[in-house]
Each structure stands twice: as C-alpha cells, then as structure tokens.
C-alpha cells in the first residue's frame, strides 16, 4: 500500500516532456494538485490541461527559487527532473555548458531543498532524478555523468537528513 496523493500539493520541475511530464500526468491521476515549473512557463501552460498549473522558476537563480517557494507557500512533494546536458566527447566540451549542467542538476536542487524544506509538510518528500550515466558512462556523455554522477551522490549524502527532518 502506498501514500495517497489525494488532494496533496506536488510541485513538479522540469520539461514536460519524459519523466516530468509522466509523472506530472501520474499524480494528477491520483487526486493530487499539481503545479509544475521551469524556465518556459508558457511551453508548461500549452503543455498540460488547465486544471495543472504552470509556474516559471530558474533552477540556476536563488531569487527564483526563493520567489516561487515564496509564491507556493507550502507543499506536500516536490519532484526535480531540471538538467541542461553538457554533452560531446572531451575535446569538444565547453567549461560554460559544463557548469550549466552542474548548475542545473546539482546546485539547483540543493538551493531548492534550501528554500523549499522548511515549507513542506510533514510526510513529505523532495524526489531529485540523476541518470543512467551516473554508473554507465557512455563516449560523448562525460558532462552528463559527472553532473548526474554527483546528483546521484547529493542524494546518499549524510546532510539529505536534515531535509527529511524539516520535511
């Protein structure tokens, strides 16, 4: 048996294409409110019914984050999918395009479980997605591991406790 999504409050970032939008449309299934962000919020309003609402936020802006966490107030859940991909073989790998993916997928949900922990509700959750290439390293995939590689360590991390406990 698992916990019922009935009437919670989820917020869901990332495109909504592939697991963001799979999982925005798989909680909504159950009963629960969900809001979803990222840096389009037009493409997000045009992507989901009306009843899902559509916020903007940059993962990679502590004033973001802070405004919709702000905006929000509290939640239930809060899933992260954010990556922008720092991919190319080694010589071809631009120090911009790597410190945006490292932005993205690991700063980025630290300053959201900053921002967002104090206001989740008891039995809450804060779900953060790393990637394949976190183990499996693929030839022209060296910025996407090492960026999911450490959003894959953030998570086994002895400081995820204190989130749990404020969430």
């Known amino acids: 048996m698992g916990i019922s999504l009935k009437d ?7 495109r909504p294409s592939g697991i963001a939008g799979a999982v925005t449309l798989a909680v909504r299934e159950q009963g629960a409110q ?8 037009g493409k997000l309003e045009r992507a989901y019914d009306s009843d899902i609402a559509a916020e903007k936020v940059d993962v ?13 107030g509290s939640i239930d859940h809060l899933v992260t999918t954010a990556s922008a991909r720092a ?3 080694l010589q071809d790998l631009d120090r911009d395009a790597l410190r945006q993916s490292f932005d ?14 104090p206001r989740i509700n008891d039995g809450g959750t ?3 997605f790393s990637g394949v290439a976190a183990s499996k390293p693929a030839i022209g995939f060296l910025g996407v591991a090492i960026t999911n590689g450490a959003a894959d360590f953030l998570t086994r991390s002895p400081e995820r406790r204190p989130w749990r406990k404020a969430c």
């Open 8 to 14: 919670k409050k989820i917020l869901v970032i990332g």
């Open 34 to 41: 969900v809001i979803v962000a990222g840096r389009d919020q």
């Open 60 to 72: 990679t802006d502590d004033r973001s984050i802070e405004a919709l966490a702000d905006r929000l």
């Open 87 to 89: 991919r190319g073989l």
């Open 104 to 117: 993205t997928k690991v700063i980025g949900p630290v300053m959201l479980a900053k921002h967002f922990a």
């Open 126 to 128: 804060f779900t953060l």
